[in-house]
């Protein structure tokens, strides 16, 4: 038994939380740095409408020259593994100790933080995988000054900021001559438009479940159904809190959002509320789907049991019957003992009194439709 | 079994998504052509109280004369399949890129937007299907202006807006005196007007349900439930964000809207809130239909279950009984072994005891009520 | 099987829904006649404190006398079914087009419109039925001016302002002292009260559903529960909107409305909140009720299914043994050949291994409390 | 049957409604008087800091030499029998007519109305049973005036005011310095605390049915169930409003209410919301052990059904195989026929064939999991 | 079967409510000592950027000294045995007697109160229970003063403000440098960080369950899922209120409270909604596994249930054709008696005959997918 179900495939795999917080009681500002963490990868963007300079930074000091220039300076941190350039990152910038164990820990929730002079935007990032459905999910810490912006990623392998390079790069678009709340925007546009294509794949597995509900339905459908409600229930906390920060953008008064952003931020505002409106619509339908599962899988067998329910209630009176006449009651000691097993038509009418129970019996089922179920089934499936 | 599937009547056809997302990172105001759209046809209807034109629209720039005169212009555009004309279009009404987008693009999510001299209306219309219950759904986008209205379409093949047009080229009612806020608030009205013979239908295939669902419950009657809650949410999705845009109208001190039409605007919110409340009831329905539904078909169950109890019960002690007088002991080498076998009045006896068991089975079911249903159904169903 | 179900008392008769929308696109302020309605029946009640007028009115233009003066004129329609009247009306009480349509079309929402020379109210009525639960629903609108009240009705058969006219004519009250407001409030506290012995039915009814749950649930009985949720949805859906309709009276600046009759409407209020608390509750009442219907059925099956399992677990074993021996190998041919059918005590011993094994399985069953449900309930039945 | 049930304890035998309406269109502000009501029973206590006079009033006039000085006058009257009594008492007191008719028809509502120099409060006060759980519910309106409280209780047999009266009479605490205010302050916190001592009764039982619900459910646990929900409903009625009776004295400006007494109603508004708090949270917990039960029911089925499929399936087939060496083929005609019966091993291989299938079915039995529940209980159980 | 209950492990064990109320009408501020309680243990530490003193109270007067000084004094309480000091430290720090009963009394929920020169904050204290899942739960109490803080707590055995303990003597971070308020938000930051890994352990207790539920749900699962919605309940309980105030104390115009703090008390707001969010997400599911497991369980019994009726059905008919030639009808009498019995091939054909009723019901449960579970599973566990 214990083997069978390993041989299962295992469709819950991912664990759903992860250790991300730190004593309690310990110093607030207190960096923990994941033994597993990568270690930092620093690229630095800056541009104006004119002038490009992209590089790879290994002291953090030397971005210090970038910052309080007019042109655009994009710092983009990937991976966190190296606690004295992350806390040296913090001096240049200027960061907040709060902000910086914000931006290191994982803490989860996405929120918004105005220090006059800096905006730090926490967000969240979905990457669908490979294969299959289902994503990776990986912190992103923007921290926007009047010149620069500085993005913080967990994980260096992937992000969905390709579109957004290439557009500075290719000088694609206004990005060149804007400042560096249109960059802001723009990854946040890319990680909100970044929910679609795995909301898209989760939209086809609802459909091919709602058929396999129907059509087919076995336990291994139970667990998909619970897992995708379990994911979408991922998905839910990672877009929730990311509306009250673009939200805040829009309405904020801070000097570091212009209003031609703000009209854009709008823009990206109502995708937010599109993406909710997805995840809360096929919350639906899963729950939804549930239902219509357990009510298939009770239809089915019920099917079963009306099937053995008429095997049953008509061969057990027709095997007493046979049983009575299989007893061994001395015929020869008395008249009344059995006589019909001497009758000249003994046998015949014997089967005779059989058949008639049967069809009475059928009658009787057919009458009360618990045969037409199964009958209408057999003549669709000529 | 699989063949058997394929021939069931396929409810669930309509996929729930649609692609409706470019890439992550795209450039803001990017336009995507669906292949599969049909090419824009653009028509005009120019007039005032007293003039009236209506011409078919080749090249969008024609419009631009119209746009500045007194007289109400509407430009219709039906179909999103050239990309040249939308953007010229665009140029001609001097759209912001994002507009362009959101217009072009299926959004899913009606909105409305506040440029100054420009209100931008996203609305989504429902179409009843022309047999059985269910509709089609397609975006329509309205940008009002002060003296025209741009209203376009995903699709050329319906519309709900005949009644409009024929109101204007027969100049019934007050249309012909008013401005082009009167005119977009006939169409916003048309639309919303547009979800009550949808909703009418699906409350007659709601009692339909419950007639089937009390009467006669088959897997298929699950189906149309799910599928009924399905449509509904894809209504409701529809109608939510309307309110807010229709609200918004009424609230905004916006000068495109005179406060005469604000009145009749208020009367639309009213038919709005109408709509969401009758998709509220009619889903809390649906709701308590399911619950109906299993507590049937688990009904039905039992009556079975209750049948293959009484029969079985009664006939396999019966069973037992000739059992025991089927046994081949040998009566000849004692006294003890089966002598009933050899008395003169046996068989009566055994067929007495066997009905006696019989009868004490049948009082005892009946004392517990466990024949009750049953008998009292027969009798209605005499 | 078919003709059975139309035996069964058709408990869900009532229509949920009217054809209460005009077409799409449509002209704002039509009104539509339905064919059944009845003609209207004009009555016309004149007074202040010393006079008393009351006449039915055949033209409508007969009323316009009586408005301006300073005593209160209350005019009410009963009856949709002649238009040319309905416009009359209209134009002597000065309505706007858009009220004309939601006073003569049945728009099903209670709302209160501001014209400023008149307070529109559309309210729903409800008045039990002759016998048995369940009510008729009607619209009321009412037309508040300075000097007169206009009220719309949709049947004239029966309405709930017997009491009020009652007051009028035998001056009872305060009723005569006050202005057209007064009356106004009157009629309203009239429509409200008119909720309570309708859910005091209800409530009645749950009552004898709790008794009938647990007692003797049968299938009638999830229609009755099916039934009871069905018509407090469409007794929320009057009553939640005639919340904020009064609410709106109490805080609204309007002048028609003084400070005195505002203190009566918070009394109004209250009930009309009173009324909402106990819609509620009966929907959590029968919400619960359901969970019991189907705990209950449930028992009742697991019950009959225990007497099955105990019947069937103890005879199938004994019916084994006595088929063993109804064997028929040839004792002659070898001694292993069923040496025990020639024994000497082959028979006792035979039956008192059949006790053994009974006994031994019912003294299974009542250690794993099998039996103890039934043998608890049989001590009961004595 | 029917007689069994009557034997059943029954549990719901508390009416959930009165007869708390008058008839619609009734007069507003007529009074009723119920033909059960007793006679009311008016006691005055008047204090001050130095003085103190308790008397028992018979007429109402004789409260009003007390209502105009200085020291506090509570006028307590128990019991709403006598119309002419209550009509005066409103005289004396000089109630809106609205307000009378509140305080003498049961309205089932908390609320609180301000009529400047009045302000009157109507609470709902719960008293514990004298056995088992559940209470009784007593409407309580109080009068606050600026040097009295008139309090107006439906019943004279109990009421939560004892403590109070006793700190008056022996002078405990600073009540005897204080105003009216603070009077009313502790009648409200003795209502409130009134409702703590029912809680830990409900909480008690919960606990109790936690455990019957697994160890032992019964088809009475369901009962108690279904009526605790029932009976926290009517809790959460009562205690819902209560909390905004009181939030409007904490926040109302009245002059009735000193500062210092707002400091007292804060606290006792925290015991509000803890009621509430509780009262949510054993709904919840009543509703999860309505999950439990009904999962717990199903779950003793299966385990009485897998015995049943366990002993059927063995022997059902070893049935069939005795059936078939019972089959009288002659032997003599043909070699074919039956040869086994006449071997020599016959009888003793036949046997074997049936442990070898009786085995094996246990071993698959065994392998599938389907007996490990049974045995592990049963070790359990040693 | 009562003996085994009781080995079975006793999940629910732990008291939900406790005696937390003082009897209805006692007089307010009433201080109740618990006779449980430990006697006080009053430790006090004072310290600015230079000094430390660390000592032992005996008796409350001896803290007077400290607490006008500019120094922070933190007076920390530990146990509630004794009603005289707790009396004395109330008259030391000038405490109303209202705080003094909630400080003492176990109030259970949540609040802050504002008393302009002191701020009063009832906190909720969770601390992991040394094994297994679950805590302990205990009230805190801090009054914050201008230079000192009081914290009062119920249970001298463990809290969770060593960490602050050891920053305060070791000098680490900016605490010696900052004031009181600094102090209560580090403490208020421990008891809200106390809360995840309790979470943590709940969040691998939900996946371990759900591994259980899918691969062995058995009756235990169900206790366990109804044993952490359960203490899920009381966390909530627990963090709700406190969301509200740490809210209060940033939104707040207290001047007890600096700017700077009030950055690190946002971050403190964001880890309590941090809490919030992931106890309502085990909440869902919690709720989810629910009803996995109520499936698994159903689909375990439906597969026995398949077992049963394709051994049954295919047997049963078997035994009637056995039956049928077991009957003993006498042969020689006639021609039509069971001719078949003295046939050449009689046996064999009638064994064949059985073969092809077998195979034929086999074909069919085959063809309507009724086997194909269990086949599949078996080729699984291979």
Redesign the interface.
């Known amino acids: 038994?214990i083997?069978?179900?390993h041989?299962?495939p295992k469709v819950?795999t991912k664990?759903?939380?992860k250790?991300?917080?730190?004593?309690?009681?310990?110093?607030?500002?207190t960096i923990i740095i994941n033994e597993n963490a990568e270690p930092p990868n620093i690229i630095l963007i800056d541009y104006n409408q004119t002038t490009l300079i992209r590089e790879q930074i290994t002291n953090p000091e030397d971005c210090a020259n970038y910052l309080d220039t007019e042109s655009v300076s994009w710092v983009d941190v990937q991976g966190l593994g190296n606690q004295d350039i992350l806390e040296r990152l913090g001096k240049v910038f200027d960061l907040?100790p709060?902000v910086l164990?914000?931006v290191v820990n994982m803490?989860?929730?996405p929120?918004i933080?105005d220090y006059e002079d800096q905006l730090v935007i926490i967000a969240r990032m979905v990457i669908p995988k490979e294969q299959g459905y289902g994503f990776y999910s990986e912190q992103v810490s923007l921290v926007l000054g009047q010149y620069y912006l500085l993005t913080v990623q967990e994980e260096p392998k992937y992000d969905?900021?390709?579109?957004?390079r290439?557009?500075i790069t290719k000088g694609?678009?206004i990005i060149r001559k804007q400042g560096s709340d249109y960059l802001a925007y723009?990854l946040l546009?890319?990680?909100i438009?970044?929910f679609?294509?795995i909301?898209?794949l989760y939209?086809?597995h609802?459909?091919e479940l709602?058929?396999e509900v129907?059509?087919?339905p076995?336990?291994q459908t139970?667990?998909k159904i619970?897992q995708i409600?379990?994911e979408l229930?991922q998905l839910r906390?990672a877009i929730w809190p990311q509306r009250d920060t673009i939200n805040f953008l829009i309405r904020d008064s801070s000097e570091l959002i212009s209003d031609e952003v703000r009209?854009?931020l709008?823009?990206c505002y109502?995708h937010t509320?599109?993406v909710m409106?997805?995840v809360e619509?096929y919350r639906?339908?899963a729950s939804?789907l549930?239902?219509?599962?357990?009510?298939?899988?009770?239809?089915?067998?019920?099917?079963?049991?009306?099937?053995?329910?008429v095997?049953?209630?008509i061969?057990?009176?027709?095997?007493?019957v046979?049983?009575?006449?299989?007893?061994?009651?001395?015929?020869e000691?008395?008249p009344?003992?059995?006589p019909?097993?001497?009758?000249?038509?003994?046998?015949?009418l014997?089967l005779g009194l059989m058949a008639i129970i049967a069809c009475g019996l059928i009658f009787f089922f057919w009458?009360?439709?618990?045969l037409s179920?199964s009958v209408r089934?057999k003549r669709?499936?000529k």
């Open positions: 038994m083997k069978k179900i041989h299962l819950i664990p759903f939380r250790s991300y917080y730190h004593q309690p009681g310990t110093l607030p500002g907040h709060l164990e914000d803490v989860e929730r929120k933080e969905c900021f390709e579109g957004v290439t557009r694609k678009g723009c546009d890319a990680i438009d970044g679609f294509p909301l898209e939209g086809e609802i459909e709602e058929e129907i059509v087919k076995t336990p139970l667990q619970y409600r379990r229930l906390r009209i854009y709008r823009d109502d509320v599109q409106d997805m619509t639906e339908l939804g549930m239902d219509v599962y357990l009510s298939a899988v009770s239809n089915k067998m019920n099917e079963i049991m009306k099937f053995l329910t095997v049953s209630s061969f057990i009176p027709l095997t007493f046979a049983g009575i006449y299989g007893m061994n009651f001395n015929t000691k008395s009344y003992n059995m019909e097993l001497n009758w000249y038509w003994g046998y015949p014997c009458q009360r439709g618990w179920n089934m669709n499936s």
